[in-house]
């Protein structure tokens, strides 16, 4: 039993131990092994803490994941692959994909970035970049395979930068994968706005594959508390980078990432934080609040927010941006977008597609038979709207 786990927020170990436990009940004569990020951040002790556990391996080791279950056959019941220093990235020609039409490649991992609140630089190690020449062959692989949509992965995939000797940067190799014939949609996330670079507005800008959407996780609204978080760009420096965006030849959907109560932030600069979204008005938010991580800088930081007055302004954002996106869904309300279809809701009888813009549209189409939709583009006309998505009608001839 490979349990994969995730240490980004809130108390992960506490989780992984308690559902450890569980499994244990479950699993009688199996073999348990411990991988992701909660793996790298507490090591070798997860085998004293869980003692029926075989495996510890955290992401950067996964290169050498095929030799470890070697060991594991051969009886070693203390395998570990904590080593975060490496040049390797993860390339591998079997991924195990459950959508037929959307694939992820992951083109960079690890970051190189010191945000003062982010564990991600201790348990993914440093930013290693694929070749250009490895993505390119993966993503036509997909494509021949009748993948049309790719996302490309880092945790910052601005600063990608193709080691062999073609040098390609981010933008370019966007505008590559883009050109591949049989892609119809590319997506990528994350951006970090101090490497969000103008060819990248270009790029997509000159290619309607690139989707009409950027996730741009902005953090705060402060200044000052960008700083305090080392984010590396001011308030002005990340508003300009919208207004390329707001400039550009097509409409971008906008989305980003919110920490409320970083330590040291005060109601004045949580108000920065509400001015900004007026500002930008954002299609979509991911809003938290600050989470203490082992071996960050915050950690040492004072002035802590008290938990009742995290949930307090997290509660307010919130209320904010979903007034914003009633607001803006409605202004769609008319319009005819293409869709890919992604499933279908059998009570409501309706399908469900996702816009370029990443938004969701339920919509009714035409009895056919019974045929699935699922994997092709309609165009679908929005009859209405909600703050998380909309509602329409099938405006294709099938
Ligand atoms: N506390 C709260 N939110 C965090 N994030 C990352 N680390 C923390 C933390 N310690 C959020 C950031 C990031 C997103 C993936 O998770 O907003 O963009
Ligand atoms: Fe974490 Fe992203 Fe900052 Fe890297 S850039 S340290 S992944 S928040």
Same mark, same amino acid.
């Given at each position: 039993m490979l349990y994969n786990t995730c240490s980004i927020r809130d108390k992960a170990e506490q989780k992984v131990f308690n559902r450890l436990q569980n499994f244990k009940k479950a699993g009688k004569d199996k073999i348990f092994g411990v991988l992701g990020c909660v793996a790298q951040q507490e090591g070798e002790k997860i085998f004293d803490r869980a003692p029926h556990v075989s495996l510890v391996c955290g992401s950067a080791s996964y290169p050498k994941f095929g030799e470890m279950l070697v060991q594991l056959e051969a009886g070693n019941r203390h395998v570990t692959g904590l080593s975060i220093d490496t040049e390797e990235t993860f390339d591998t020609p079997f991924t195990r994909r459950d959508n037929p039409h959307r694939a992820y490649i992951t083109i960079i991992e690890g970051c190189d970035k010191s945000c003062a609140y982010c564990v991600v630089p201790f348990t993914r190690g440093p930013e290693r970049s694929r070749t250009s020449a490895s993505v390119m062959d993966e993503a036509r692989r997909l494509?021949?395979?009748?993948?049309?949509?790719?996302?490309?992965? &880092?945790?910052?995939?601005?600063? %990608?930068?193709?080691?062999?000797?073609?040098?390609?940067?981010? $933008?370019?190799?966007? !505008?590559?994968?883009?050109?591949?014939? &049989?892609?119809?949609?590319?997506? %990528?996330?994350?951006?970090?706005?101090?490497?969000?670079?103008? $060819?990248?507005?270009? !790029?997509?800008?000159?290619?309607p594959v690139l989707c009409d959407h950027?996730?741009?996780?902005?953090?705060?609204?402060?200044?000052?508390?960008? $700083?305090?978080?080392?984010?590396?760009?001011?308030?002005?420096?990340?508003?300009?980078r919208i207004d390329w965006l707001k400039n550009a030849k097509r409409r971008y959907s906008l989305t980003t990432d919110i920490i409320v109560g970083f330590p040291g932030e005060t109601e004045d600069d949580f108000q920065k934080t509400l001015d900004l979204l007026d500002q930008v008005q954002y299609d979509s938010l991911f809003s938290f609040k600050y989470s203490p991580r082992p071996n960050t800088s915050a950690l040492q930081m004072e002035d802590r927010v008290a938990e009742e007055e995290k949930q307090r302004r997290l509660a307010i954002l919130q209320e904010k941006q979903r007034a914003i996106q009633i607001r803006r869904n409605a202004e769609l309300i008319g319009e005819i977008r293409e869709v890919l279809?992604?499933?279908?809701?059998?009570?409501?009888?309706?399908?469900?597609?996702?816009?370029?813009?990443?938004?969701?549209?339920?919509?009714?189409?035409?009895?056919?038979?019974?045929?699935?939709?699922v994997g092709r583009y309609l165009h679908v006309r929005v009859t209405r709207s909600g703050p998380n998505s909309l509602v329409g009608e099938s405006a294709s001839v099938v």
């Open positions: 494509a021949a395979e009748g993948y049309s949509e790719i996302q490309l992965l &880092g945790q910052n995939v601005n600063s %990608y930068r193709d080691p062999s000797a073609a040098g390609w940067d981010f $933008a370019t190799l966007l !505008a590559r994968v883009a050109e591949i014939d &049989g892609i119809r949609r590319v997506r %990528y996330t994350t951006s970090h706005p101090r490497d969000f670079v103008k $060819a990248i507005v270009d !790029a997509m800008d000159a290619n950027v996730h741009l996780p902005v953090q705060s609204g402060s200044t000052k508390v960008l $700083a305090a978080m080392d984010r590396l760009y001011t308030r002005d420096e990340y508003m300009r279809v992604e499933g279908r809701n059998h009570a409501l009888g309706q399908w469900i597609g996702r816009g370029s813009d990443h938004r969701t549209i339920n919509f009714t189409h035409p009895e056919n038979g019974g045929e699935s939709l």
